[in-house]
């Protein structure tokens, strides 16, 4: 991984998947072979950025697990007791922002981290023997085709800018209530309120809540809303999405409102 351009050739083969159909990220591209580099020509922070999109994020996890191991003496405590190691290997998420799980980009990092693990088990193998190891394997979430694909299928899909959604949802908020910023912060599909901002101005909170949910119903694209008072209340029922959102929903770290888009639409610009 020395050199200020880096670059991989493909383990898929051409017709193994789809074309990529994201618009390409700036400065970049979004086709096999892939080229890292960084826009000063120096190996710099830029160019170490770029590189968790793709496998040698991973792969230089994988080389800090090792070291850990190595250095920490891992499974071999002179007491028998076991020794926790956790790895998280992210860059997948982030490769499948960026170009979506139908991607030659994603296939082929399954691909390569699929003979990262053999290869970081094979290690282990050698330094504490697997029938000294259990190993756990947890996934974070799974991804939905990105809407360009979608769009091939001839469903009906979309992206969603969240960031105008939340501009608009936060002027239509002013106009009635005459209060400016009652949208607090977001990060869809969750949105939170300014609650002590509602309460200064003596509005009341289910009021705020329903005129947001309100919106965003009317809003293209937006297929479902919950609201705070709706979860707190126990008047999230009657759909399986209902049930999954209630199931989902922590009255201490999740949003306000809850906002569900249409199947096959996705939140994100071209970018993201």
Same mark, same amino acid.
Not at 49 to 59: E, H, K, W
Not at 111 to 134: I, P, T
């Given at each position: 991984?020395?050199?200020?351009?880096?670059?991989?050739?493909?383990? /898929?083969?051409?017709?193994?998947? *789809?074309?990529?159909? +994201?618009?390409?990220?700036?400065?970049?591209?979004?086709?096999?072979?892939?080229?890292?580099?960084?826009?000063?020509?120096?190996?710099?922070?830029?160019?170490? @950025?770029?590189?968790? /999109?793709?496998?040698?994020?991973?792969?230089?996890?994988?080389?800090?697990?090792? $070291?850990?191991?190595?250095?920490?003496?891992?499974?071999?405590? *002179?007491?028998?007791?076991?020794?926790?190691?956790?790895?998280?290997?992210?860059?997948?998420?982030? #490769?499948?922002? $960026?170009?979506?799980?139908?991607?030659?980009?994603?296939?082929?990092?399954?691909?390569?981290?699929?003979?990262?693990?053999?290869?970081?088990?094979?290690?282990?193998?050698?330094? /504490?023997?697997?029938? +000294?190891?259990?190993? #756990?394997?947890?996934?974070?979430?799974?991804?939905? +085709?990105?809407?360009?694909?979608? !769009?091939? !299928?001839?469903?009906? =899909?979309?992206?969603?800018?969240?960031?105008?959604?939340?501009?608009?949802?936060?002027?239509?908020?002013?106009?009635?209530?005459?209060?400016?910023?009652?949208?607090?912060?977001?990060?869809?599909?969750? %949105?939170?309120?300014?609650? @002590?901002? $509602?309460?200064? +101005?003596?509005?009341?909170?289910?009021? #705020?809540?329903?005129?947001?949910?309100?919106?965003?119903?009317? !809003?293209?694209?937006?297929?479902?809303?919950?609201?705070?008072?709706?979860?707190?209340?126990?008047? #999230?029922?009657?759909?399986? %999405?209902?049930?999954?959102?209630?199931?989902?929903?922590?009255?201490? =770290?999740?949003?306000?409102?809850?906002? %569900?888009?249409?199947?096959?639409?996705?939140?994100?610009?071209?970018?993201?």
């Amino acid at each position: 991984l020395c050199g200020y351009r880096f670059s991989f050739q493909p383990t /898929v083969a051409d017709g193994d998947a *789809p074309e990529e159909l +994201n618009a390409p990220k700036a400065g970049g591209h979004n086709r096999l072979p892939y080229s890292y580099y960084s826009e000063s020509g120096e190996i710099d922070a830029g160019y170490y @950025a770029s590189l968790r /999109v793709g496998p040698y994020l991973d792969q230089l996890t994988l080389d800090f697990a090792r $070291a850990a191991v190595d250095g920490e003496n891992l499974g071999r405590n *002179p007491a028998g007791v076991p020794d926790l190691l956790g790895v998280s290997l992210s860059a997948h998420d982030y #490769v499948n922002h $960026a170009f979506g799980p139908e991607s030659k980009l994603s296939h082929d990092h399954l691909q390569r981290l699929d003979r990262m693990l053999a290869d970081f088990f094979n290690y282990l193998d050698k330094r /504490v023997g697997m029938d +000294n190891v259990l190993v #756990v394997l947890t996934a974070d979430h799974g991804f939905a +085709n990105t809407p360009e694909f979608s !769009q091939t !299928q001839h469903y009906d =899909a979309q992206r969603l800018d969240g960031d105008k959604l939340m501009a608009a949802l936060d002027k239509h908020l002013e106009a009635k209530f005459g209060v400016a910023k009652l949208v607090q912060a977001w990060s869809l599909p969750n %949105i939170h309120l300014d609650y @002590a901002l $509602a309460d200064q +101005n003596k509005l009341k909170r289910e009021e #705020v809540e329903t005129a947001a949910a309100r919106f965003l119903l009317a !809003q293209n694209g937006i297929a479902d809303t919950f609201t705070r008072t709706q979860f707190e209340s126990g008047a #999230v029922q009657g759909t399986h %999405i209902a049930t999954l959102m209630r199931r989902a929903w922590n009255r201490e =770290a999740l949003g306000d409102l809850m906002v %569900i888009t249409k199947p096959f639409w996705y939140f994100g610009t071209g970018n993201s």
